[in-house]
């Protein structure tokens, strides 16, 4: 599919298909006519406050249809918008506010905090102007380089960096995800769980709506709560799934989720996360009418730049679930930490060069300058992220240069650990997190585990049970020193693992 402007491209189905579903939030449904004279409306409003060209408009909010409304309100006016999670700390905010400088707030839901310095449109005063009755011609919306939207990621140390995501970043990702790589069908049920402060959302709403689909919204209270959760997702009648593999993990919980439950099912889509083996396979068995896509990218460069289907071919071949081959318009270099391109089979740093990649960090020339480079005549990021590529151009994700640890003077990468970990027959999710001493060294090598169904008398036997299983697959200095046993594993708001928080609570710094 070719998109010239994701905005006039979502504008034409509501004058071709006025009354298909846009948005179907557990029954509570808006049609593409809808969407379209409500976020015309808004535009509308925005383009009479005469906010300064090109300034950000903040839009805070949960999983509702006047979040996806104000976004495209937002670019229609010509202003790029940033997505802000109703779970967000007060902090958070305040640094985005800080940082990103928006011209215009709209609360979708109610705020946390009083914002006094800029105007701000509520809940009862957005539902107002989305019925008025006024005429709107899109005349300036969003275009070319211009920011779509900023995202500001979760920032390990120090505050959040704003992610610039531009229209023709934009028409790179939505062309590639509604190509042959991915046999999306018009029309389609798509889920839309993760919150749309995460760019993995970008996966679903937005080819969705460029594709004449239906966006079926999936509340956090819904997500949450597992009888809720298993109740609802079987009367969703979805086609795509978008999510996390640590989200799939918990649908997998129910025995029910399966083809039978979901007929119409075709298709899971996984970023943000490393997809393990055991999810893979369980979804090839419990869903064979259904194509796993792996796929992997940084925010930095638009959601995701490769891609791969996960067949029983691919798992028999491979340890680990490779990320894919890099798509048409985009090149990967694999480069040492001195910036030298490295041969196939050499594991090192991922750098991304081609249209997708964003043009940097908002406000913020001092990080945009170490992260961002040319490759080529190209704009391309290091990623941070190590991986290598096999003779057929194949990527194998090899961990994070941050997570990797060192302990009696081995290099040991804390992914890697919990991969193997998984490899138990005992083992239903895995992570190994290290435990520091006073020096900031590393003193020992944990593992947190949430156990299949067994009848171990005693964790000391389930442990040396694990450890049996993994005696001709992992080296000895990798096997961590104490298995600590959980129930679930605690997620970001994103619907990641927390391994940051793991690290953080077994080093007393919870």
Not at 42 to 52: F, R, T
Not at 102 to 117: K, R
Not at 304 to 322: E, F, H, L
């Amino acid at each position: 599919m070719i998109i010239k402007n994701v905005i006039k491209t979502i504008d034409e189905v509501a004058i071709t298909n006025a009354n298909a579903i846009a948005y179907d939030e557990l029954t509570r449904t808006h049609t593409y006519t809808q969407l379209k004279s409500h976020s015309d409306n808004l535009a509308a409003y925005i383009e009479k406050l005469e906010i300064e060209a090109i300034t950000p408009i903040m839009i805070y909010g949960g999983q509702q249809y006047e979040m996806i409304a104000s976004f495209l309100g937002s670019v229609k006016s010509g202003h790029a918008y940033i997505p802000v999670d109703v779970n967000s700390a007060d902090e958070r905010l305040t640094d985005i506010i800080e940082i990103g400088q928006p011209g215009l707030v709209i609360a979708v839901d109610e705020l946390p905090i009083s914002i006094t310095q800029v105007p701000v449109i509520n809940q009862e005063k957005l539902e107002e102007i989305f019925n008025q009755d006024v005429h709107f011609d899109l005349t300036n919306p969003v275009k070319d380089d211009e920011n779509f939207y900023i995202i500001f990621t979760s920032g390990t140390t120090g505050k959040p960096k704003g992610v610039q995501i531009s229209h023709n970043n934009l028409i790179s990702f939505s062309e590639w995800m509604l190509s042959d790589d991915f046999n999306w069908e018009n029309g389609s049920n798509v889920l839309s769980q993760p919150p749309y402060s995460f760019d993995l959302s970008v996966m679903d709403w937005v080819p969705t709506l460029l594709s004449q689909g239906t966006l079926k919204a999936l509340p956090k209270n819904v997500a949450d709560d597992f009888k809720s959760l298993f109740k609802t997702l079987p009367e969703m009648d979805l086609n795509k799934w978008v999510s996390t593999p640590s989200f799939a993990d918990v649908a997998l919980l129910d025995p029910e989720f399966n083809q039978e439950t979901h007929p119409g099912l075709n298709a899971f889509l996984f970023c943000g996360e490393v997809l393990t083996t055991t999810t893979a396979q369980k979804l090839l068995e419990r869903f064979p009418k259904a194509k796993i896509f792996n796929t992997y990218g940084p925010t930095e460069a638009t959601v995701a730049v490769t891609g791969i289907q996960i067949t029983q071919d691919v798992i028999d071949q491979n340890d680990k679930m490779p990320i894919g081959y890099v798509k048409s318009d985009t090149e990967i270099i694999i480069q040492d930490p001195d910036g030298m391109a490295l041969t196939d089979g050499e594991a090192g740093e991922i750098v991304i060069a081609g249209p997708s990649v964003s043009k940097g960090y908002l406000n913020n020339p001092e990080k945009t300058a170490a992260a961002f480079i040319t490759v080529n005549g190209l704009q391309a990021y290091k990623t941070g992220d190590l991986a290598s590529r096999d003779a057929n151009g194949l990527l194998h994700y090899k961990g994070r240069s941050d997570f990797q640890i060192k302990l009696h003077g081995f290099r040991i990468e804390l992914e890697e650990v919990a991969q193997q970990l998984q490899q138990s027959q005992w083992v239903e999710q895995a992570v190994a997190v290290p435990r520091y001493d006073a020096d900031g060294k590393v003193k020992q090598l944990l593992a947190i585990i949430v156990a299949k169904e067994n009848n171990f008398e005693k964790p000391i036997l389930l442990t040396n049970a694990i450890k049996q299983d993994l005696e001709n697959i992992m080296m000895p200095y990798m096997m961590p020193s104490r298995f600590i046993y959980r129930d679930s594993m605690p997620l970001t708001p994103n619907g990641k693992i927390n391994l940051k928080g793991l690290i953080a609570e077994v080093n007393g710094n919870a």
